[in-house]
C-alpha cells in the first residue's frame, strides 16, 4: 500500500531518542519524516485519532524466517508479513537456514530476497562457522562486504574455546557484535524443559541453568580478552544476568535480551502435553522470571527480542520429546511485553519502547530510530488502550505454535509504516480521510 503523503495527528507522540513525548502530529512525505506544510497536498492521506501511540519503527533481533530450506514454516514473505502486523519495521534474520547463511553469496541471497519480497527491511545474521558446525570459521570480511549485520550460529553453540576466540577477535576487527546462543550441548544431553519440580512430574528429561551459564561466563571471558562486543541471546536465568550485570559495570561491551515468552512464563505454567511451550533454552523458574524483569527494568537487558520460531503443526504434535523447540512470536510480541512489563507496573512506556527500538539498534551498531525530521519514515502506531484476544488462526505467520492461545492482552499495532509506506494497517474506528 503506497500513498505519497501522510499526516498522522492527534495521537501521542513518543520518542525516546529526541525525549518527545506529546499529544502531536507527524507528517511523512518521500518516505521520510517532514515538517508539517503550511498547505497539504490535495491527496495527502489523514490519520485522525486521540487514543493511538506513536513511535519510532521497532526493531526485532532475533527471528526466524527459514527461507531457505524450510519454507513449510515460513518464508521471508510470510515472516516480514508477520512483523509488519506484529508492528515491526525491521527485523534480524538468524543464519540457521538450510543450508546456512555462511557464504557472501547467501547473505546477498537473503537481501536480495528480502528486497523483493519483504514487507519490511531485513537484516541477516551471518554464521561464525561453515554450515554452524563450529568447527571452520567463515569468511568474516567477506560477509560483512556482502551486508552480513552481525554474526551468530544461533541454534548452536560454538563448543571450542579457540575457535571462538578467534571468531570475537575478528568480529571487533570488522565491527561487528557476536550473537551468542549460550548453551553447552554436553551437559544439555536429552533435556526439554527445565530441570526443576514440574519436570521431575512430569517425567521429562531437565535442563539445568548451568547449561546456559558456563557458556555465559566463558564468553565473557573471550570478550575481555578480545575486545569484542559480545550479546547474549534469549537470556533464561538469574545466574547469567548477575555475571552480565557484572561484565557490564566492568565497562565490557556486553549485552543482552530476553524474550516475551521467559518474562512471561515459567516452568510451573508448562503443559506437558503441550509442546508449543518447548522452547530452547526452556521456560525456568519463577525466580528466574522475576530476575528476568527486574534486569529489563533496570537496563541491564537493553532489549527485547521474539526470537519467532515457526514450526509446523505435525511437528510440534510429536509431543514433547520429540517436537522441535521454539514458538511463533511476532505477532504477540509487543502484546506481551506490553502487558506484563508497563500494564504490570514494572517499567514505564518510555523504556518499554527504548527495548524495542534504541536498545537493540545500539547493540547492533545502528543509527537510533527516531520519529525526527529528516529520519527515514519508520512509524508504528500503537493502540495501547484497548484489550485484545490472542488467536493464532488470525497470524499471517505460517506458524501457529504459541503458549499464548487465548490469552487477553492489552498493546496492539494498527499500523506499520516503512519507509513512508504502509505495510499492515488495522485500524478501526479511526478517523481517516
Known amino acids: ?24 502530529e507527524l ?5 521520510m519524516i517532514a515538517e508539517v506544510p503550511r498547505s497539504l497536498p490535495r491527496d495527502v492521506r489523514v490519520i485522525e485519532d486521540g487514543g493511538l501511540t506513536a513511535v519510532p519503527g521497532l526493531l526485532d533481533m532475533h527471528v526466524h524466517l527459514r527461507e531457505p530450506g524450510r519454507e513449510d514454516a515460513e518464508t521471508i514473505q510470510s515472516g516480514t508479513a508477520a512483523a509488519a502486523r506484529g508492528g515491526f519495521t525491521r527485523v534480524m534474520a538468524m543464519a540457521n537456514t538450510q543450508p546456512a547463511v555462511d557464504t557472501p553469496a547467501r547473505v546477498e541471497w537473503i537481501l536480495r530476497r528480502a528486497a523483493e519480497m ?10 561464525i562457522t561453515r554450515g554452524r558446525r563450529g568447527e571452520e570459521l567463515t569468511d568474516f570480511a567477506g560477509l560483512v562486504k556482502a551486508g552480513a549485520a552481525a554474526f551468530s550460529d544461533d541454534g548452536c553453540t560454538v563448543a571450542d574455546e579457540e575457535i571462538m576466540r578467534a571468531a570475537m577477535a575478528r568480529a571487533a576487527g570488522l565491527g561487528r557484535a557476536i550473537l551468542d546462543h549460550a548453551e553447552d550441548e554436553n551437559l544439555k544431553g536429552g533435556g526439554v524443559m527445565h530441570a526443576g519440580a514440574k519436570a521431575r512430574a512430569a517425567g521429562l528429561p531437565g535442563v539445568g541453568e548451568e547449561v546456559e551459564t558456563r557458556i555465559v561466563a566463558r564468553d565473557i571471558r573471550l570478550a575481555r580478552e578480545t575486545g569484542c562486543r559480545l550479546h547474549i541471546q534469549h537470556v533464561s536465568c ?7 550485570s557484572a561484565a557490564q559495570q566492568e565497562g565490557l561491551a556486553v549485552s543482552a535480551e530476553v524474550t516475551p515468552h521467559h518474562l512471561a512464563l515459567c516452568d510451573e505454567d508448562v503443559d506437558p502435553q503441550d509442546a508449543s511451550y518447548k522452547v530452547n533454552p526452556p521456560l525456568r523458574s519463577a525466580e528466574d522470571r ?36 521454539g514458538i511463533c512470536g511476532l505477532e504477540t510480541a509487543v502484546g506481551v511485553t506490553y502487558t506484563v512489563m508497563v500494564r504490570g507496573g514494572l517499567m514505564d ?6 527495548r524495542w527500538t534504541l536498545g537493540p539498534a545500539r547493540i547492533l551498531g545502528l543509527p537510533a530510530p527516531t520519529l525526527e525530521p529528516g529520519a ?58
Open 1 to 24: 500500500m503506497n500513498t505519497d503523503a501522510i499526516l498522522i495527528t492527534g495521537v501521542r507522540v513518543v520518542d525516546p531518542g529526541t525525549g518527545r513525548d506529546e499529544i502531536g
Open 290 to 325: 522475576a530476575t528476568l524483569r527486574e534486569a529489563v527494568a533496570g537496563g541491564v537487558v537493553a532489549a527485547f527480542a521474539s526470537d519467532h520460531a515457526p514450526h509446523t503443526a505435525a511437528s510440534k504434535a510429536r509431543g514433547f520429546l520429540k517436537a522441535p523447540a
Open 238 to 244: 538469574g545466574a547469567s544476568i548477575a555475571m552480565i
Open 349 to 354: 512506556l518510555k523504556s518499554w519502547i527504548e
Open 118 to 127: 519483504g514487507a519490511v527491511e531485513v537484516l541477516t545474521a551471518a554464521a
Open 376 to 433: 527515514r519514515a519508520d512509524v508504528t502506531l500503537l493502540d495501547l488502550e484497548h484489550s485484545w484476544r490472542v488467536d493464532s488462526a488470525e497470524f499471517v505467520s505460517r506458524g501457529r505454535n504459541t503458549p499464548f492461545e487465548g490469552w487477553d492482552l492489552f498493546g496492539r499495532c494498527v499500523m506499520t509504516i516503512a519507509a513512508g509506506d504502509i505495510r499492515y494497517s488495522g485500524l478501526r474506528g479511526v478517523s481517516e480521510r
Open 27 to 31: 507528517y511523512i512525505a518521500d518516505g
